[in-house]
């Protein structure tokens, strides 16, 4: 599976974005999906994870009200809804897959590029 993330931007306090991930091959459907997030001089954290099937979602405390993951199987695609953007936002959002629905960042074994969020203040 080859993912590739797009959607970030420079957006201002309060805005809002929507983070998409597209997945070439026909598999797309058989693996749980999940967004992580890196900010500058900080680790790697996940930030939500949606089944295949899209009927079960889990998010990191923390994102939990700002954050809805979502998935379109026919689309190939998975999306983060993020709204409310704060400045402590600002990171490399990156999506990636796993045939485990799991908040583990070394259960996923495909990973898309990222995609840059910059929120300003």
């Known amino acids: 599976v080859q993912l590739q993330a797009s959607g970030g931007g420079l957006v201002r306090a309060g805005g809002s974005l929507r983070l998409s991930c597209a997945a070439s091959g026909r598999t797309f459907k058989r693996y749980a999906m999940g967004w992580f997030r890196q900010a500058p001089g900080k680790e790697r954290e996940f930030v939500a994870t949606?089944?295949?099937?899209?009927?079960?979602?889990y998010y990191a405390d923390s994102m939990k009200g700002r954050f809805t993951i979502s998935r379109d199987n026919a689309k190939n695609t998975v999306y983060l809804q993020i709204n409310s953007l704060k400045p402590e936002d600002t990171a490399v959002y990156y999506c990636?897959?796993?045939?485990?629905?799991?908040?583990?960042?070394?259960?996923?074994?495909?990973w898309g590029q990222g995609t840059q969020v910059t929120v300003s203040s």
């Open positions: 990636a897959a796993s045939v485990d629905y799991d908040s583990d960042s070394s259960r996923y074994n495909y």
């Open positions: 949606i089944s295949w099937s899209g009927g079960s979602t």
